[in-house]
């Protein structure tokens, strides 16, 4: 597939085409922060930004997703019998995602896809229906070790195309059928442009200097990591507000619970947090995640040591850094995966 | 492709206070739909989720066997908010059942072995899927010699006792059932069940243990298993933990990189020994 090159002022009709069967979203800038809105022109594009601040984890798995409805009557025939939610009926384009917001939809691909003939319908149909077109990070936060854990700023992985900002034009690199498809009218890129997104890449990498070393988590047998004596210090300033797995891209325990109006009924699910000590209590009382100490652990664990195990090596955080940069008591994962492999 | 979050409609056909201090009743559910009695093909171990639209559902072991028609029968503690709710329910009344879920007991790896069976309390539902699957004449030559070793605080509190006579007067089962306390015409074992098993000595040489019951019970059956040289990986339970999604996506159930929901409910004793008790 070639590269191709699109000029920023031609952008606003690239934009437009892409709106007219689509619903289009972006990272868009409200007040200090930036956030993802649906677009309809290149009106508000932003090339300038770190990343957003939620992750776009959302638009596969929102907050707060219904899955199935009944009619709440034992007297109807039809009654409390739980019927499907319908699935999407358009499809979508997320425009200049981050190369690691992106990698975490592949690694939440292998949980959410783990049984082929059993997926989870709601997520798989809405990545089915999506296209991801990534904008490379041309001077990463410094809170980023994408480096470290299996990606990069320009990570092509799960990206139907990579934008490279090249000021006055952006390379756009074609990476699946569906990109090739939306690339079909753009022009090939010049060899000098094509250089210039190599430079800025390694000049990306490069400026990515915070890393972590698993190399030892990997070696040790899971009971020796779990029983690591620095997780006896690092919960204490914890307070397991739940914010840093709200905000990763990677974090997806959910809660189900049933909700009833009158004769309408529905079962919903929404995001759950490991560091509430509701989420494993058992109904006789007891809970096997019982301390503070139980539930911080298990979310590193869960990250860096259980998931490589099950997933062949995935790791559970792509170094997008947002936990880091949002936790109140400043706890940085960063420290948290050296220290564990000390 | 199948919504694993879809629950197959169900409708009560039996309801039975199992206990005799009602705690516990056992429910027989017949499929709506024929071509979902066949989808749910399933073995002893496994466990559904229990769905009552409006309330929820609840993760139950599943208390019947294949071989005994495709009705599927549960024995549900009333315990929070689900399984009270499944207590008010009568028959006739239509709900929804998700399953099979989790790995059932290894029969294939135990044929050929001696089996021993230590129960405790209402954890005995699967084993008593175990039971009536293994004593299947259709299965019964494939396994050597059958102990089956269950307790409960009171007679009253024993499950499934129907069953118990016809296993007691079977010749090729072992059956010891117990009670805690010596009651007036009481006719079988007093002790705890690893008292008992302690008695019985069932040796380890080609054989299989599944243990089921409290912790309390497991807590002090295991120094009398490690004392006749029983090994763990010959030692099967099953765990519980809370659940929701039970198909090894929502992130609740593991016990380190394992679902208890997707990878157990069945694991082996060496297997637990490797992992952190977080169960
Ligand atoms: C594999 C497996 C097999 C099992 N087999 C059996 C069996 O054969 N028989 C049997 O009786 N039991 C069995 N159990 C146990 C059974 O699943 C639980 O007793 C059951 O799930 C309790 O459900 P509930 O809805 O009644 O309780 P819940 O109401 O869900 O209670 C759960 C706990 O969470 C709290 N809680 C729930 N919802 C909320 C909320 N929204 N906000 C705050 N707190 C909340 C409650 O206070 C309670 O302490 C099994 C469990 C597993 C995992
Ligand atoms: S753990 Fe932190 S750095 Fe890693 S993906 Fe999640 S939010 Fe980003
Ligand atoms: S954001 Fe910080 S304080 Fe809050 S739960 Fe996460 S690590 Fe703990
Ligand atoms: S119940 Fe959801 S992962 Fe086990």
């Known amino acids: 597939m070639h590269d191709k090159i699109i000029a920023k002022k031609d952008l606003d009709s690239f934009v437009r085409s892409l709106a007219q069967s689509r619903d289009v979203f972006a ?55 739980m019927e499907e939610e319908p699935p999407r009926d358009r499809e979508q384009v997320l425009l200049n995602i981050r190369p690691c917001d992106a990698k975490a ?4 691909d292998l949980v959410f896809c783990q049984d082929e003939n059993a997926p989870d319908v709601y997520w798989k149909d809405k990545r089915d229906k999506t296209v991801l077109i990534g904008l ?6 410094p809170t980023c070790f994408c480096t470290s854990v299996n990606c990069g700023p320009h990570h092509e992985e799960g990206l139907d195309m990579l934008l490279v900002d090249l000021g006055e034009d952006l390379l756009a690199r074609p990476l699946t059928d569906k990109g090739q498809e939306l690339a079909a009218d753009l022009q090939d890129a010049p060899q000098e442009a094509v250089d210039q997104a190599a430079g800025q890449k390694k000049a990306s990498e490069e400026a990515i200097t915070s890393t972590v070393d698993m190399s030892k988590i990997n070696e040790r047998p899971v009971l020796e990591e779990y029983e690591h004596p620095y997780f006896d210090r690092v919960f204490e300033a914890c307070i397991n507000c739940g914010t840093c797995t709200f905000y990763c891209p990677t974090c997806h325990c959910f809660d189900i619970q049933d909700e009833t109006q009158d004769e309408f009924g529905h079962r919903v699910r929404n995001w759950d947090t ?12 007891h ?35 947002r936990c880091t940069r949002k936790c109140p008591v400043n706890i940085d994962v960063r420290t948290v995966v050296n220290s564990m492999n000390e | ?23 516990l009743r056992t429910f027989d559910f017949e499929f709506i739909h024929p071509e979902h009695a066949e989808a749910f093909t399933y073995l002893p171990g496994q466990f559904a989720e229990l769905s009552v639209p409006g309330y929820g559902e609840a993760p139950i072991g599943i208390a019947s066997s294949p071989t005994e028609g495709s009705h599927l029968t549960f024995t549900v503690s009333k315990a929070g908010v689900v399984t009270s709710k499944l207590h008010s329910m009568e028959e006739g009344e239509i709900m929804g059942v998700r399953g099979p879920l989790g790995h059932p007991y290894p029969l294939g790896e135990m044929e050929g072995k001696n089996i021993v069976i230590l129960a405790g309390g ?26 089956f070793v269950y307790g409960a605080r009171t007679p009253g509190m024993l499950l499934y006792k129907d069953l118990l006579e016809e296993w007691d007067a079977r010749s090729d089962v072992n059956t010891y059932i117990t009670i805690d306390n ?46 006749m040289g029983w090994t763990g990986d010959q030692i099967i339970m099953s765990l519980e933990n809370r659940m929701k999604c039970g198909v090894g996506i929502c992130g609740r159930c593991n016990v380190g990189p394992y679902y208890v929901c997707k990878d157990g409910p069945v694991f082996t004793k060496a297997q637990l020994d490797e992992l952190p008790k977080e169960y």
């Open chain 1, 287 to 321: 809970n096997p995640r019982g301390t503070k100490k139980d539930r911080v652990r298990q979310r590193f664990m869960h990250k860096f040591k259980y998931m490589p195990i099950k997933l062949g090596g995935a790791i559970g955080c792509v170094g997008c850094g």
């Open chain 1, 136 to 141: 490379a990070c041309k001077a990463p936060c």
């Open chain 1, 274 to 285: 490991c560091m509430s000590w509701l989420f494993t209590h058992h109904t006789s009382g």
């Open chain 2, 1 to 23: 492709m199948n919504n694993p979050y879809l629950p197959y409609p169900v409708r009560i056909q039996r309801v039975e206070i199992a206990t005799e201090d009602k705690s």
């Open chain 2, 182 to 227: 010596e009651v007036e015409g009481w006719d079988k074992y007093v002790g705890f069940v690893p008292q008992i098993a302690d008695q019985v000595s069932p040796k380890p040489d080609n054989a299989v243990a599944l243990v089921c019951g409290p912790p309390v019970m497991i807590k002090f059956t295991q120094p009398v298993l490690d004392k």
């Open chain 2, 122 to 147: 209402y954890a005995v539902t699967t084993l008593r899927s175990t039971m009536v699957w293994l004593l299947h004449p259709d299965n019964r030559d494939k396994y050597g010699e059958i102990t």
């Open chain 1, 105 to 108: 939809f592949c690694v939440l």
């Open chain 1, 27 to 81: 990272p868009v800038r409200d007040k200090a922060s930036m956030g993802w809105a649906q677009i309809d022109s290149a009106d508000n594009l932003e090339f300038d930004f770190l990343n957003t601040d939620f992750s776009p984890k959302a638009f596969f798995f929102p907050q707060n997703e219904r899955l199935m409805h009944f009619t709440n009557s034992s007297r109807d025939e039809d009654g409390m019998i």
